[in-house]
């Protein structure tokens, strides 16, 4: 019967399409399932029964606990214009030269997926303060709204992303368990440090690669984009770039050096994250009261929602397992002919798929315990799958016509800029992207050579 584990992932897809909230699908659909199918014998309801463990794991687990600090700094260092001042002073340096907005654009898009790791805000941001900008300086819509889009989402690879916090609390819980099942009874852990050391490399190559298409873009297609010419704000370009930079770069150091020399778990860091957004606010006279209630009610709402679903993902997972859904995954990955390299090209394509139709956190708590520990079980490296799960859904985020980036900045964009354009703008971005995936699928070292490093 294990066909209905299958049934049952097919019908949550199809509940999730229709618009109904994720939690609440997750679980709802598995209860019917495990109340139906042990009315005919085909789920033990003894599987239930370590539900309650499971939901107090949750509410205690300390990683988990760096979810909402990280997003309280994301918030805050949104709502306290960090991004404006950091892109008007990018600007000034940048704007003389050809391409110049469009590599400030990438290399602030770049700062703020390090300071605040939340795609959705980082799109929504970079879209309203540099689009019209862009465009009234004569750069193409496509080219506009195309690295745009691509710098917000960034967010998902490079430290400290919300992404990677929840990637790898569910690949430890993996990694353990798939270790266990190969009769390894002291087993290793992977930890969220480890994923954000070995996302360094490989998300600092591809905000090369982001600008090295942008600048050739302005060598070989001039017509494409603009320069700016004003003496005076180049004049004023110093002060105001080390005012704006910084700030975020000494948060950033402080977060990511604490993680980087050992000095701080990642909940610890993002701590330190959250009071130095704070502080970052009262130095630069954007905190006040009615602020500071702002950022905690969206806190509050964005953690909220992410326990929910952690929550509701749960119970599927048990379910499925209950309905030998697990058995089904493992039996299919290792009959595939081409062994590991077929398993994780059927992941990563199902993967990408369903970045079309649900966000990485339903993927992350859904999809990922249900593939990983047989994956993990086949000798990958948990560091390089989650930053290949990383980018993989990145990827899925830029590409028309369901990508959730071109959703946020369509939101935001003047109605002059077709849809079209959007769609055109991303296609390079997005074989950069698959490029570096085929780079890291090649050389696995670029992952996890930092990590081996630092903590071997």
């Known amino acids: 019967m294990e066909w209905l584990s299958l049934l049952m992932f097919v019908l949550v897809c199809v509940v999730l399409m229709l618009g109904y909230p994720v939690a609440y699908s997750l679980a709802g659909t598995a209860l019917i399932f495990a109340g139906v199918c042990s009315l005919f014998g085909a ?9 309650p463990s499971r939901l107090y794991g949750i509410m205690t687990n300390q990683t988990l606990l760096a ?3 990280f997003v309280f700094m994301g918030i805050m260092l949104e709502k306290s214009r960090v991004a404006e001042q950091l892109l008007t002073a990018m600007g000034q340096v940048f704007g003389r030269y050809r391409a110049g907005l469009a590599v400030s654009v990438i290399l ?9 790791g939340i795609v959705g805000a980082t799109v929504v941001t970079m879209g309203l303060l540099s689009l019209p900008s862009m465009l009234e300086r004569g750069y193409s819509p496509a080219l506009a709204t195309g690295s745009i889009c691509a710098t917000g989402t960034l967010g998902q690879i490079i430290p400290p992303s919300i992404a990677l916090v929840l ?13 266990l099942n190969m009769g390894i009874f002291s087993p290793e852990s992977v930890s969220v440090g480890d994923l954000f050391v070995g996302a360094l490399i490989p998300g600092l190559i591809l905000v090369g690669l982001y600008l090295a298409y942008v600048l050739g873009l302005g060598f070989f297609r001039p017509q494409s984009v603009r320069k700016d010419q004003s003496e005076q704000q180049q004049t004023l370009s110093v002060v105001s770039l080390l005012r704006a930079l910084l700030p975020p770069l000494l948060l950033m150091v402080l977060v990511l050096g604490s993680i980087l020399l050992g000095l701080a778990t990642p909940t610890e860091a993002a701590g330190v994250g959250a009071l130095g957004a704070l502080l970052l606010a009262m130095f630069s006279r954007q905190l006040s009261v009615k602020r500071l209630q702002d950022v905690m009610l969206s806190t509050t709402k964005v953690t ?8 509701g993902a749960s119970v599927f997972s048990l379910v499925f397992r209950g309905l030998g859904g697990e058995t089904l995954i493992e ?3 290792t009959g595939l002919p081409g062994g590991v390299f077929s398993a994780m090209l059927v992941v990563m394509l199902v993967i990408f798929l369903l970045g079309f139709i649900l966000d990485f956190i339903e993927i992350t708590f859904v999809v990922v315990p249900i593939v990983g520990p047989v994956l993990l079980m086949m000798g990958v490296d948990p560091v390089w799958l989650g930053i290949m799960i990383a980018i993989n859904l990145q990827t899925s985020f830029l590409t028309p016509p369901f990508g959730f980036a071109l959703f946020y900045l369509r939101g935001v964009a003047p109605e002059g800029v077709k849809t079209s354009d959007m769609y055109k703008g991303v296609v390079p971005f997005i074989i950069l992207q698959l490029l570096l995936l085929v780079a890291l699928a090649i050389w696995p070292e670029l992952v996890t050579w930092l990590p081996d490093k630092i903590y071997g």
């Open 43 to 51: 789920f033990d309801m003894a599987y239930m029964s370590a539900l």
């Open 67 to 69: 979810v909402p600090l």
């Open 108 to 116: 602030v898009g770049m700062l703020m997926a390090a300071s605040t």
């Open 167 to 179: 990637l790898g609390d569910v690949l430890s819980s993996a990694y353990q368990r798939a270790q």
């Open 304 to 311: 909220s929602m992410v326990f929910l679903i952690l929550i």
């Open 331 to 333: 039996d299919f990955f």
